[in-house]
Each structure stands twice: as C-alpha cells, then as structure tokens.
C-alpha cells in the first residue's frame, strides 16, 4: 500500500468520527501533542481527551 493511500484511507475512516475525536485525532497523530498539551488547546479533561482517543 502507497502512503498516499494510507492517507487517504485514514481519511476516509477519520471521516466516520465525530468531529471532537476527529480532531483529537489529527492533533496527537499528526501534529505529535499529547493528551495533556490537547486538553489545554481544546479546552477538555485530560481524562476526556483519553477516552475520545481510545474510542477511534
């Protein structure tokens, strides 16, 4: 598998997600932050970042 299709199938899965976890998500795979710096930029629980990471 081409990495553009990696991308583009991680995408199209991404896309099933609720926003919230989509973006979660996008912050800790592609940007590399970690739960905590995520919850203090979205405003959430460090807790609450975890649970919508282990639910994608």
Do not use: K
Request: glycine share 2%; proline share 4%; with cysteine.
């Amino acid at each position: 598998m081409l990495l553009s299709d990696l991308r583009q199938f991680t995408e199209s899965a991404l896309a099933h997600l609720p926003p919230q976890q989509q973006l979660i998500f996008r912050m800790c795979r592609y940007q590399g932050l970690s739960y905590d710096e995520i919850a203090e930029q979205v405003h959430l629980s460090r807790n609450t970042v975890t649970i919508h990471w282990l639910q994608h």
